[in-house]
């Protein structure tokens, strides 16, 4: 019998893949601290969606994704930045 679940890593990932499409070439940044993904929406506003993954799986996705993400130049700050490439 096929189990027909969907672990919740799974379910995680389909968020970020969703959220990412809808504006993909957008500069992306994820937050350790508040475990969230945000992009800057054209008018400005600030878009994040919170993600129940460790930090390493969403770097990982995004990298699926075709986003290269590094660490911002201020050594205090906690977030990547992630550039489509």
Do not use: H, W
């Amino acid at each position: 019998m096929e189990d027909n679940k969907t672990t919740p890593p799974t379910r995680e990932f389909e968020r970020i893949d969703k959220f990412v499409n809808v504006a993909p070439t957008r500069e992306y940044t994820i937050d350790q601290k508040s475990q969230t993904l945000c992009r800057q929406s054209e008018n400005g506003q600030k878009e994040c969606i919170k993600v129940n993954l460790e930090y390493s799986q969403m770097f990982t996705q995004m990298q699926k994704l075709g986003f290269f993400c590094t660490l911002p130049m201020d050594p205090t700050e906690t977030y990547m930045e992630c550039r489509r490439v």
